[in-house]
């Protein structure tokens, strides 16, 4: 997810550089760069950090003088946010600088052959392969050596390179990341999106798969992996600056429920071959479970009720006893902790105060922790005994929701993970779970598309003044959740109950009108949750119900209805918050509220 630009004009390139960093550092902020070239000088300036970091260093901009470079904010995957692996990098004769955004899958092989043969590595990043391969295939034509160059690549990858035999030119490849080139008078662009070019020009050609494109100041050719001519037609930017850093969406929220497909695929993909669940990350493999006689899960927030959700698989498929402690309670508890605990530390940020304390005081009592955190680099990463990560991508929206998915996601996969390293589970079984597991993205997409009533339902019940959410086991776990994005961005008072538990107490509350959400996505237990239903309803209250699309009996007696799709229960979590995230996001504006920065709240929370 990192964001890469390029400019080639008459103006001084590191200030728009950097302007255009600043506009693409939503994808990414653990490092950045630039390369500028002033005649056949290129010289690259790196930080670790903030772009304004780069702008400091350079004075913004001043420092490097030049008309023609490239620029690239990280967010790491290959190698540790340092300077060293910062882009861009620079070839062994110092001819070529590139940035890089996406993962080249074959890297090992290509960096083995390039030591090989003598090419010198300055950093652990995939992207430092392409430089080298560009060095060596170069023989007085930059095109050449980027097509042959791109021949051996394989994954996913946005390039930007300039080289000092031509200067006043910059190229751009595109393939499966983005690339759009901006169109300017007396100066061209390209960038990983359109927030970084709007405010030069609303004039693009966006790249397909494929195609490289050859930029100066005064042209823009692109040519195809035979280097054939491409004639492109240039499309005009409509949106405003603010819409297009959030893709086209309203909201980084709505964006982010939107990318769950994507960022489950992305956390499930590399983990899963040939029917096996494997964590190549785990340096202890499957002994990480081996001689533990409990379980605790500890978290803040949604990442809390991400170990509810994820408790039920791990407990069902290792029977170990599983405990999901709330960090902040868990520092202060003496808790039993012991070097027979595992600890499960669920994080996005990785920078929560209380799950970082909460962490280091069961370290301090012989446990072994295994984080799950999204932010590589971050002090929850680093300083866990296992790390995991969710590949979720940067999440900008306070309220999180692809966070979320990717950690109960990660929970599975550890479950059934650890579950045939017990020997629960035996190779057919995990062959069908692992299937189910690949099914999730699709399945995701799926609670997505069948709920096009949810902007009418926020209609109808934006104006309570409480809503109620209601399910047992796995239901409740994910109700939980989904009365937290209710609360902290649309302010209105939400809350979970257990269905069983309605009698013993809250059901006082119900009165006519009074709207409650009931989550019946598990039929092991769909009558209990069925006779809960009836008993508010007849009560007077008004019953959204959550549940599959063929599910007569609730149906027939909810008043209105979200819909998952059909989906094997002990992973269903993942499917059943999207519907309640969207309406959480649509009853959020229809009170008009701050959906992306809810009042009070932070994205990171660093302090107690
Ligand atoms: C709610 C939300 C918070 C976080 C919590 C933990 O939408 O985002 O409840 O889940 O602050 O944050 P991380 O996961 O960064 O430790």
């Known amino acids: 997810m990192c964001g890469i630009v390029g400019y080639t004009g008459t103006q001084d390139a590191a200030p728009i550089l950097l302007d255009g960093l600043k506009k693409l550092e939503y994808r990414g902020y653990d490092s950045a760069g630039i390369a500028v070239m002033d005649h056949n000088i290129i010289s690259v300036n790196k930080v ?12 913004d901009g001043a420092s490097v003088p030049g008309t023609t470079g490239i620029g690239h904010t990280r967010w790491a995957t290959h190698g540790a946010p340092t300077e060293e692996n910062a882009h861009p990098h620079l070839s062994n004769d110092g001819r070529f600088a590139i940035v890089h955004n996406g993962i080249i899958e074959n890297y090992m092989a290509l960096r083995e052959e390039l030591l090989g043969d003598g090419y010198v590595f300055q950093s652990e990043t995939d992207t430092e392969v392409i430089v080298h391969l560009l060095e060596m295939y170069y023989r007085g034509n930059v095109r050449d050596a980027l097509i042959r160059t791109a021949n051996r690549l394989q994954g996913s990858y946005a390039l930007g390179v300039i080289c000092s035999e031509e200067p006043g030119s910059i190229y751009a490849v595109r393939e499966k990341s983005p690339l759009i080139l901006g169109l300017g008078i007396d100066e061209n662009f390209f960038a990983s999106d359109v927030t970084a070019l709007v405010n030069h020009t609303r004039n693009v050609i966006y790249l397909e798969d494929g195609e490289f494109a050859e930029l100066t100041c005064d042209a823009i050719r ?80 949604s990442a809390y009720y991400a170990g509810c959700a994820g408790k039920y698989a791990l407990e069902k498929l290792t029977r170990i006893p599983v405990e999901v402690v ?30 970082i304390a909460a962490m280091r005081e069961c370290s301090e009592r012989g446990a072994r922790t295994l984080a799950v955190v999204n932010v590589v680099g971050s002090t ?38 650890f579950g045939r390293a017990l020997g629960l589970i035996g190779e057919d079984q995990e062959k069908e779970m692992t299937d189910t597991l690949q099914q999730l993205p699709r399945l995701i997409q799926q609670s997505i598309d069948l709920n096009p009533a949810i902007p009418s339902l926020a209609k109808k019940y934006h104006d309570s003044k409480a809503l109620f959410f209601i399910g047992r086991n796995t239901d409740y776990a994910v109700a ?33 009108h009074q709207p409650v959400i009931a989550l019946c996505c598990n039929p092991s237990i769909m009558e209990k949750t069925l006779s809960n239903i009836v008993e508010v309803k007849s009560r007077g209250a008004e019953v959204l119900a ?12 909810a008043d209105d209805l ?22 959480a996001y649509h009853v959020a504006k229809e009170n008009g509220c701050d959906i992306d920065k809810p009042k009070n709240l932070a994205k990171s929370v660093t302090v107690e």
């Open 48 to 59: 670790k950090g903030r772009i304004v970091s780069l702008s400091e260093k350079t004075s």
């Open 222 to 301: 692109v040519f195809d992996v035979t280097g054939r001519e491409i004639i492109k037609t240039p499309s005009r930017i409509l949106w405003d600056v603010q819409a297009a850093e959030k893709g086209g969406y309203e909201h980084f929220m709505l964006k982010e429920i939107m990318e769950q497909p994507a960022a489950v695929k992305a956390t499930i993909a590399p983990r899963i071959r040939e029917g096996e669940v494997v964590f190549d990350e785990l340096k202890d493999g499957p002994a990480v479970i081996s001689g533990v006689r409990k379980i605790i899960i500890t978290a803040c927030g």
């Open 326 to 355: 709330l960090a902040s309670e868990l520092r202060y508890s003496d808790p039993l902790i012991d070097k027979d605990t595992l600890v499960i530390v669920i994080s996005q940020s990785g920078e929560t105060a209380d799950t």
């Open 380 to 417: 929850v990463a680093n300083i866990a005994d296992y790390t995991v990560y969710t590949w979720a991508g940067p999440e900008i929206a306070v309220a999180t929701t692809k966070g979320y998915t990717t950690q109960v996601t990660v929970l599975y996969m550890l479950s059934v993970y």
């Open 480 to 512: 939980l959740e989904g009365a937290l994005k209710m609360k902290e961005i649309s302010y209105l008072h939400a809350e979970a109950y257990a269905a069983g538990e309605l009698k013993h107490g809250t059901i006082a509350l119900i009165e006519e």
């Open 546 to 557: 959550l549940t599959f699309r063929n599910n007569q009996k609730i149906l027939s007696v």
């Open 562 to 583: 979200l819909f998952i799709p059909d989906v094997e229960s002990l992973f269903s979590a993942v499917t059943e918050i999207v519907p309640l995230q969207l309406l």
